[in-house]
């Protein structure tokens, strides 16, 4: 296991579409996701995307604790509490994610790949997500708000896209230290 460079935002892995996985089983696969994991754990992260380390596949880790999830499912930008119980560890090869409905809410987002900066993405508050799992096992769920929000910003990567550009107020763009300007109410804790 080793802790691996985090690619930033300009790095050119991080803006071109990602090569999808063949064999989702592959030892050499399951190392480079125990590495993402232990790097993603080490950087205090919710999820990593393989470009973000430099790897250019379609592979993604996540990882909710419900505490985090009590959090964000109480802000005024998640439209339910569904998934306030947190979401285990997950792997997802060649992930697709796809929209239910059309309704897209707000939330802050921040980024290894985009360190000290947060910024307000508009999101759909409901998908569903298919991929593989590293035992080639299909994994399917439905996901909404924070949730539904990591997995968004996940698998955008996997497009080369970074989430200042799905922003449509770059002026909700700003270093997390200035966070403290804002309305309490307009907020949550990071
Ligand atoms: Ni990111």
């Known amino acids: 296991m080793a802790i691996l460079k985090i690619a930033r935002m300009g790095h050119p892995v991080l803006g071109r579409p990602a090569d999808p996985v ?17 790097t993603m754990e080490d950087a205090g992260g919710t999820g990593l995307a393989a470009p973000q380390v430099h790897v250019p596949l379609r592979v993604v880790v996540f990882f909710i604790d419900a505490a985090r999830a009590r959090r964000e499912a109480a802000s005024p930008d998640s439209p339910n509490s569904e998934g306030a119980a947190g979401v285990p560890l997950t792997v997802l090869v060649n992930p697709e994610v796809e929209p239910l409905g059309d309704e897209r809410a707000l939330g802050w987002e921040a980024c290894l790949s985009v360190p000290g900066l947060v910024g307000e993405v508009p999101r759909h508050t409901a998908v569903r997500y298919r991929g593989t799992g590293l035992e080639g096992e299909a994994i399917e769920r439905e996901a909404t708000g924070f949730h539904a929000r990591v997995v968004q910003h996940e698998c955008d990567h996997l497009d080369g896209v970074v989430y200042p550009q799905r922003m449509a107020d770059l002026s909700r763009l700003m270093f997390t230290s200035e966070m403290k300007h804002l309305a309490e109410d307009e907020t949550q804790e990071e």
Do not use: G, Q, S
């Open 22 to 38: 063949e064999d989702p089983t592959a030892p050499e696969l399951r190392r480079l996701v125990e590495d993402m994991i232990e």
